[in-house]
């Protein structure tokens, strides 16, 4: 498992994600989800907990909306991505990287998981 972050770059606006279209997304993909809605800190306002065909994957969203924190396999933290992308106005940059900054990929409105998935294989 890998530690990945999806952010708006830049001034966000006032805009925040949809934390309940997020969960919808989420649940679409993981029927079985397990959704935490305490705020435990600044980086961990919510919390969604899944089991995927890699392992537990989880995801966790900072409190202003515009950042979401990513733990589980290249294709599911990729899908995750591009959901919240989907979440997001199109005029907003939005950045993917991995923990370690070695992997920074600039994600467009139509980005797919496999063609970030790829990347993340290529980096």
Sequence with gaps: MAQFL???DGEAGGWRVD???LTAAIRARWSSVEVDSTHLSESRS??????TK????EAYLHQD???LYLDGGHEDAAWLAVAFRRLVPADLDLIFCDEGYNLDVRLKPEA???ELTAVMSNP
């Design 19 to 21: 934390r309940e279209a």
């Design 6 to 8: 999806v952010l708006v």
């Design 46 to 51: 919510n919390c969604w907990r899944f089991e």
């Design 65 to 67: 909306g515009t950042c």
């Design 54 to 57: 890699s392992g537990l994957g």
């Design 112 to 114: 797919t998981d496999a």
